[in-house]
């Protein structure tokens, strides 16, 4: 199934090695062969100059599509507040919905939470799909999802975007899952294929060192989840209306198999990384847990906050909610310093967006200084107490 | 108790080099390992067959033939029994169509009171396949446990949150994903791993002994597909200020404030 290389067309070029995500081509006797590594995802096909490999494009079962209409945005909200991915989903949803010439809608669950529909209007929804139920006042993976898929079944949305947050990850699977479509995890680029009029949805995979663009081409809805902090919220209009609809849905208790006995705020103030304009990071470059005392200075004077590597959490540094990359938090701050970080990958992919790096380290090779804006090369030890000076000097000129 | 852990073999991607040329990824000599959070499913799955009588683990991983690797690393960590499901059929697959195939082999495998799973996979980082599995099996699902308590037939559960943690209970059986939090692995034993390679042994499942529908599996019964890859573009090299003095940092802040940065 899926790819097939046709030996007498193959010259042993080696072209293709480099386009497999999988590392699935290798030669031997001077022809490309599929190891056991083949996905059959056919990234391959376009790299063969001489015609040699062949993709089987098998058609699926083609389910009725038609119906699905508009872009909707689930709004997250704990505690009656809205949370921050909400509205930046909203903003990306917003260009979506325009490209389609579709409305987008803001699916709001809780209970006594009204006042939050207007702020989903201001940040960009046409309308707001409001359940109100006792049931829905705390997240439950099976109250949601029961109540999520009972609207996208009756409403036929053709999109749906969900914050990649602790909760989003909960439901969004459940709930793809039960509509049988399909979902893609952690976006980082939306876009519309104005021919088919489908979404693209770009995501990196393998660590952030590839970017996949997906699709879901014979299912509806089709599903995304972005993770915080990655989108950009509108700046909001309080003049904007919008339509609010109320809706029933039918929840009792004997639907929540999972009961919550209580909700734990961990005492010490988190770190909030995400909504951080100003960001110094620091990494396995610092030494020890002393280093980031040094930092935390530097972001005192800049009103920001104190980041970390991967490299510098798993040494008990510091603790993990510093933790920007892959398996921290995915940030995008106006100014992001990184003091002694090399830039593993899984780094980059969690700060690259940032609007300006600036990258202090020893090594001039650092992988870090590829992303950077402005990089300087030495000892942090030496630069960042410089910083602090010169920004208290500049202080003080003001 | 019957504990099901659910693990992936994956690639360290801690452990991937970027080509500084070329800017792709070089895979060679990439190790395999289990995956970090299924490490962790499998230590508190462990954990409760060392303070418990009568618990049975059972891991369970799809992938290709060389898995089998992973399985005997978990049966060398203490595990029971294990089963890889692998078939040419399965590969390629999505989330929907993995936990498709996995739900499958439970059904197969016969009863449980939990299914412990990792949060996530490093490689691909969705932490959709728990909750699909336990969706497709009808089982109430608790995903980022960092604490664990039995009571009877309930499970007692501390679900991460971003800013603190939920308390949850539910009644057995159920779907668990671990996060790291929950604790600290332990190796295999010497002991372990000979029993694991001459004592044990690894059943082997096949689309056939599933009698599964093959357009729920693998690459054409997933509904997501890949359009394409590509290796993001670089940034372009911003500009290195030279020298580590006073004057470098001025210099650096006076850019910034030209540009209305700061």
Known sequence: MGVRILKEKCIGCKLCLKSCPFNAIEIKEGKAVLNDSCTGCG???????????EVDKIEKKARDLSGYKGVWVFAEQRNGKLMSTALELLGEGRKLADRLGVELSALLLGYQVDSLCNELIHYGADQVVYAEHPQLKLYTTDGYTKAVVELVNEKKPEIILIGATNIGRDLGPRIAARLDTGLTADCTKLEIDDEQKILLQTRPAFGGNIMATIITP???PQMATVRPGVMKKLVPDMWRSGRIEKVEVNLSEADLRVRVMEIVKSAKQAVNLVDAEIIVSGGRGLGGPEGFEMLSQ?????????????????SGWISHDHQVGQTGKTVRPKIYIACGISGAIQH???????????AVNKNPEAPIFDVADYGIVGDLHKVVPMMVEEIKALKAEE | ??????????????????????GTLIRDGVPSIINHDDRNALEEALRLKDRYKDVEITVITMGPPQADVALREALAMGADRAVLISDRAFAG???WATSNTLTAAIRKLGHYDIIFCGRQAIDGDTAQVGPQVAEKLDLPQIT?????????DMVLAHRALEDGYEALSVKMPCLLTAIKEL???????????????????????????????????GLNGSPTNVKRTFTPAPKGKGMLLDGCSKETVKDLFSRLKDKNII
Request: aromatic share 6%; net charge negative; proline share 5%.
């Open chain 1, 43 to 53: 990234a391959c096909e376009t790299s063969c100059k001489f015609k040699a490999i």
């Open chain 1, 218 to 220: 014979k299912h509806r």
């Open chain 1, 298 to 314: 530097l972001a005192a004077e800049l009103g920001g906050v104190v980041g970390s590597s991967r490299a510098a959490v798993d």
């Open chain 1, 348 to 358: 980059l992919a969690g700060m690259q967006t940032s609007e300006c790096i600036i």
């Open chain 2, 1 to 22: 108790m019957k504990i099901f852990v659910c693990i992936k073999q994956v690639p360290d991607t801690n452990e991937v080099k970027l080509d500084p040329k070329t």
């Open chain 2, 93 to 95: 697959a999505d989330t």
């Open chain 2, 144 to 152: 980022y446990v960092k604490h664990l308590e039995i009571q009877e």
């Open chain 2, 183 to 217: 604790n600290v692995p332990r190796y295999p034993g010497v002991k372990g791993v000979f029993e694991a390679y001459r004592e044990k042994t690894v059943e082997l499942m096949s689309a056939k002994d599933l009698d599964i529908d093959p357009d729920i599996i």
